[in-house]
């Protein structure tokens, strides 16, 4: 297995109160930003890992990858608008901080590490490093 859960890191606790997602021009809820944990499927082919990592509700700007002593950690911060003029009287969909973090060993290519998001899906792609073929001459 080339990446691990790192469960110590997802344990952190990430809330925001709802002052300061008024003062992100989010709009106003009575309770605080959620921590949420997304769904991760992890595919692997050849020399190439694939991580699909359900989002829904977060858009490009607000993901953000981190790669510090073989963690990587995704975050990404949903959000959502309602129609101008309108009033909310019943939601279930609650803005909030989705986080993640997955240990890398030393097999992962960490300079080519890349990313996309589409459909509220994040496509992480981790390659393999080749390994070096070096002939030793024998004497």
């Not at 344990?11 to 997602?21: C, F, H, I, L, S």
């Not at 989010?26 to 699909?52: C, F, G, H, M, Q």
């Amino acid at each position: 297995m080339w990446l691990t859960r790192n469960k110590e890191k997802e344990n952190e606790t990430v809330r925001e109160t709802r002052d300061e997602a008024v003062e992100q021009s989010e709009p106003i809820r009575n309770e605080e930003l959620s921590r949420l944990t997304p769904n991760v499927d992890i595919y692997e082919k050849d020399d190439v890992i694939y991580l699909a990592v359900d989002m829904p509700g977060v858009d490009k700007g607000a993901v953000e990858l981190t790669l510090e002593k073989n963690v990587l950690t995704i975050e990404g911060r949903s959000s959502y608008s309602r129609p101008e003029g309108y009033g909310c009287s019943y939601a279930e969909f609650r803005p909030g901080v989705y986080r993640r973090s997955f240990t890398l060993n030393q097999e992962i290519d960490r300079e080519n590490i890349e990313a996309n998001l589409k459909d509220g899906v994040l496509t992480v792609v981790l390659k393999r490093l080749l390994p070096s073929k070096t002939k030793i001459e024998v004497h």
